[in-house]
Each structure stands twice: as structure tokens, then as C-alpha cells.
């Protein structure tokens, strides 16, 4: 048995690009069909019902494309609403990136206590939290949400002081609690990664939930005999969609994939937001 | 003769609550509707397509309202679909905060060298640059996009290190050309007034949009006779809407207006996007 339909990614914008390309390394006869939200990310600082409304737009517009599995690689959504989004995907698995991130900061600590830093929305609904206190309730988990860091992407300033300064003024308390361990709980991040690593020193260690969350998806397709047996996988038989044409999204999305994107097609936003209509049989 | 209707003001977020209370203080005695579309901000980096799609759908919402006259305290949505917004107005006066921002800094500079700093798209499009041509095609504009000051804003940390760093990051090279104002092109800027001033100096001088939009809504209501004569009047009697409950748009919305706003009305996101119907005739 093989299955060859696409892997369905989405995140608010293109950060979850890093996901993809994840998935790519492991995977890399594996179509992939990415929704970025990009006409109305970031979603992190949003309510937690308008955070539902658009990641469950975001899912069914990909379940409709007959996708055979869905990755929520927004760590926001994942967050807020990946249960409401799980029961609504009819029969398709649906991996977000908290659990994958929660287990592996589980396997890892030594000290028992866990830094996670993530969007205000993140760190507010602490998924994080319950997710590492649903494998280890005794770990002591230590949540900072670090808004400044995703513009701080987008400005392309990896390597530089302001951002120097905003990640010690994000992380100083957390890394005085002690923890030996530290969730980069935002797709975004890991291209901070050098900046927080000098910050923080090298015996604690950061971890990309991108890694973690394409190993479970290797995990359950190789469970159900499902990986593509197709010829024509991978980047190059891919594709990407974002609900904004925005003007650096070129840029950014070869920064997020460490490629280049084959192509990105632009999809009008109504398409996400219009009712269902349920086709009228002949 | 005189106009009891409201005054609409509409802003990607809760920024152009700076215009609002301008907008107070110079006539106390008028209602007004604010609408934020907190669900979708920030507009800055969208493409011009999509900022022309959301400033539209902001402005019928408001104009269906039974406003008196309708102003863009949105520095993107001015920038990019002002005329477009004007020309669907039925017979609505609409007033950007681009227009009366670059007449201020026409008769202030005395180089004839002025400075714009805004949102990506703001800058991209120059509608400041446009607007000063057309007062004076021989002064110099330099123009500056500052996308992180935006977030800064939001985090609340208009005094401190991180944001003294930015503003020397984005303003060095406008200083260096030797204008003597810099327009505020941005609603969330006036907040950091204070750092950028100490940046630049005192004889450079900061141009608040705000202040000046204001002053012209109050020439063209008396060139109108269409003053409120109703007795209760001003922030108690006005109406502020959002589109998303954001977990800090109440504190927001009290930094930008500079008072306690009576209270805000979360309105549903598809009461701005759906299609217009038509009524029926019965």
C-alpha cells in the first residue's frame, strides 16, 4: 500500500516553511500543499475565538484539496485549536507542533525544569505546559512570550544588536529559573536560534519543534503504509499558496525553506472565508 | 443648520485612536464611530491589493453607518487607496491623514528637506512624497520604513533601551540628510515622540498627522455648517469597534486615546467581508 496524495502545511504566514523543509529533509519523495496565511498573520497576538475561526478556515480549505494528512505548523493554532480542528478534519491525522516539541523537551531535560517561549497567545492558553505535564506532570515548565521576535525576523535582523537586546530582555528570567532546556515554540524562531543560543550559553539546549513534528509525521505514515510511491516528489512537485502576494515574500520564504520555493501562487482570501456550500446533487 | 451624525474614523487597529482623540479636543461636542480591524492588523506589510480590499471593506462598513463624513486615520490605508475609497464614498467627504501631514510639513521646513517615516507600504508607495510634489515639487523627501517601531509600540516599551537602539538604526540616515521635520507617518508613532526626539535633537521638528487631520475634519464641518448641535456630544456618547477582542485592546485603546474609552463592541469580521446585498423590495 502507498499513498500518494500531498501532505497538507499551514501556518499564519510562511514561517512554517521551516516545517516544510523539515519534512523535505526526512521525506523527500513527499508532495507538499502549503496554505500561508499571509493576509492576516501573525495570528499570535490575536483573541483566542478569531485564532480558531481562521485556523479552521486555514484546515478546510486544505482538507477540501484532498490532502492525507494535516500539519497545523502554527505553534499559535496548535495551541489554541488543535482539538476543535481534529474533530473536524473527517478521517484525516492532524500532527501540530506542541506534543512533538513537548516530548522531546521531556526526553531532554536532566533538571526537570523546561523553558518554552512562544507568541502571547502561545504562551497565554499553556499548551505547552500541559502537553509536557501530560508525559511528566512533575517538570517545572517556565512559559515567556517574546512578541518582538517574529518583526524581528521579518526585518531580517538575524545578527544584530537590537536583537541581541531583545533577547536578553526575553529570556533573562527564564534562564534564571534554571532550565537546561528551551521550546523555540514559534516557527520563526529557529532563525533566531544563533542569537539565543550566544544568549543563553551552551549547555542549555534549543529545541526546534520543526524536527520533531516531521519525525512524527514520518512516524505515522510509515504506521499506515502511507508514504507516496510516486516518482515526481518533493520540493519540485510541491506547491505553495498564500492568501497575500506581500511584497517580501520571496525573500522570506527561501530565509524560512533555505531554498527557494518552486513557485507561490497567490489564492483570494475569500476562499478560505467563504461558507461551505455543499454541492447540490444532478 | 446642522449635522448630528456621527464622524466615522477607521484604523487597521486601535492606533488611529490617536486621531480620535485629537478629533475630541478640538470638537467636544461630536460623536464619533470608531471602527478597528483588529482581527486583520497590522495592514503595513500587506501588498496594495490587499490593503485596498480591507480600507474599502472598513469604509462602506462605516459610510452603511450613516456617518457625516469619514476619515482614514489608517497612514497605509491613506497611502495606498484613498482616492479608490473617495470615489465609492456616495457623497461622504473623506479625509486621509497623508494630505493635511504633508501641508503641515510644507509650511514648517525651512530647508526645504523634510523626512517620512512610516509603515513598509506607506514609504513604498510615496503618497507623502506625491502629496508634498504637489504643494512644492522642490522640496526633498526622504522617506524611512520603520516596521518595527509598530510592535514596540504594542509591547509598551516606548521608553527603553531596545527601542533607543531601533529608532538610531532607522533614523541615522534620514538625519544625515539634513531635514529639519520628519512626518510621524504612522498612527502608533506619536507615542514615541519622546525617544525620537532625543535621537534626533530638538531642532528637528516631529510632525503628528493627528493633530493636523484633525484640524482640517474642523475646516471642512464649518465650511459645511455641519457642527452637531446636540448636547451630549463628544467620547461619551461615541461608539468604538473592533473586529477581534484582542487581549490587550483595552490597554491599548486607553495609550492611543489617552483617556479610558467608555467601552469597545466586538463586531463579527463578516459584517466587513461579506458581500453587499442588495434589499428586495417588498
Known sequence: MSDSRPIGVFDSGLGGLTVARELFRLMPGEKIIYLGDTARCPYGNRSEETIRTFGSEDARFLIDLDVKLLVVACNTVSSVALDFIAANSKDIPVIGVVVPG???????????????????????????????????????????????????????????????????????????????????????????????????????????????????????????????????????????????????????????????????????LDRLTKPYIVPVAA
Open 102 to 268: 513537548a516530548r522531546a523537551a521531556v526526553r531532554r531535560t536532566a533538571v526537570r525544569k523546561v523553558g518554552v517561549i512562544g507568541t502571547a497567545a502561545t504562551i497565554r492558553v499553556g499548551a505547552y505546559t500541559r502537553a509536557i505535564h501530560a508525559f511528566d506532570p512533575a517538570i517545572k515548565v517556565y512559559g515567556t512570550a517574546c512578541p518582538l521576535f517574529v518583526p524581528l525576523v521579518e526585518e531580517g535582523l538575524l545578527d544584530h544588536e537590537i536583537t541581541r537586546h531583545a533577547v536578553q530582555y526575553y529570556l533573562a528570567e527564564v534562564l534564571d529559573s534554571g532550565v537546561d532546556c528551551i521550546i523555540l515554540g514559534c516557527t520563526h524562531y529557529p532563525l533566531l536560534m544563533q542569537a539565543i543560543q550566544e544568549m543563553v550559553g551552551t549547555r542549555t539546549h534549543l529545541l526546534d519543534s520543526a524536527v520533531w513534528t516531521a519525525l512524527e509525521v514520518f512516524d505515522i505514515l510509515k504506521s499506515l503504509d502511507g508514504f507516496s510511491s510516486e516518482k515526481a516528489g518533493g520540493l519540485a512537485a510541491s506547491r505553495f499558496l498564500v492568501t497575500d502576494r506581500t511584497p517580501r515574500f520571496k525573500e522570506l520564504s527561501s530565509l524560512f525553506l533555505g531554498s527557494e520555493a518552486p513557485s507561490i501562487e497567490p489564492i483570494a
